[in-house]
């Protein structure tokens, strides 16, 4: 593990710092990246943003200059997304769907899919949702029902999908549904884009216990789609979903995700400090011992981010099984920090609003939403059995 940078690095890292600097606005800036929980008016500003770095070149850093990129290395992305963090920057809808089925689209979409899609996926200007999961599969992906049949050069879609994220807002769906009935269970599969505003697609918010509507159920009835929106060949479904899990688990998922446990623990030790219920529990020997043991949690994971990042240096840029160990410790340690924050406020670390609500009502909000972490892009059972058979090399 290297943990110096390169001059060229450095020089990136100094550019980026620069762009940043000289063109978000003022107004636009908070003290970390910020998404629509913090901040009502969070999709206009972030769309805003997402049209800027377009312009200037720094929606996809990492990805071909042909295709709108800077060619940057995996060090150079990371020093690019800690940078959009000092600033402040909103983190903008479409920026975790460039991860997902940006490179998808560049490896196995036809040259007129990218041409279509490429660029209005990095300007912001169509918003994407993730089409996977459904109410009989989640963990069992491949047990999908969502059937897409051919007529003629259109497939037509029928079947249900659950808890796809920003599907409300979303102009397109990467939808992963059935194209060959009768092929084995991971080899009928194929992925399909969809229109999101196709005659038969229902889309109905789904209200989560933080009281936001994150994700959504997805209907489609009789929906045409072109055969041309097909990517890859058909039947090759399994293999592109997941390539764009594994980037869902990678690197920048850890760095980001560590950055923000990171900063929800200096919050709650400043918190604490100025909390007379907080100031007892700094004394705790108990509650001593859990905090100091969450910060090396944090640090673990900090450290995982730095060899995932250098194996990725020399994978040639695919993230691998590894990243499971990330996805569980980050999930887990936020989990255990919030519940942590909770017991640090005693009888006020439930309240949700009024005058003694601990920063705003946030913490018992951060401590519901951690209970989705262990879930989303897959589950922490899924990881370890992931990690047991593939590193361990453990029997199926
Ligand atoms: C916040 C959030 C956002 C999400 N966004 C999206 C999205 O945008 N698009 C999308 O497609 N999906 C999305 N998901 C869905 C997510 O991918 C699934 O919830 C996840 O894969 C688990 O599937 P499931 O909910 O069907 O649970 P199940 O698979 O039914 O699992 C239920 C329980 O059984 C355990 N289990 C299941 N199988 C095994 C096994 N073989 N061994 C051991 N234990 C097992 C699981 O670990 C879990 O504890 C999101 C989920 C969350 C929480």
Redesign the pocket.
Known sequence: MDFSFSRAELGFAEEARAWLEANLPAAWRRDHCWTRVEEPMWLEIARAWQRLLHHGGWAAVAWPREHGGRAATPVERWLFDQALDEVGAPRPPAASYVDLIGPALLRYGSEAQRRRFIRSLLSGEELW?????E?G?????AALRTRAERQGNTLVVNGQ???????DIADWCFLLCRTEAEAPKHKGLSLLLVDMRSPGVTVRPLR?MTGEA??CEVFFEDVRVPGELLVGAPGAGWQIAMGILAHERGPVWTFTFQRKIRRSLEDLLRTARAHPAGVRALRDPVLRQRLTQVWIEVELLRLAGYRSLTRLLRNAGEPGTESSIEKVLGSETDQHLQELALDVFGAYGPIVSGTHAIEGGDRPRAYLYSR??T????????QR?LIAQRLLGLPR
């Open positions: 949702c993730q089409g996977f999961s109410p599969a989640g963990s069992d992906l999908k659950v808890w796809t994220s920003h599907a989560q994150e994700f989705s972490e879930i989303m892009g897959g589950t922490s059972e899924i059995s």
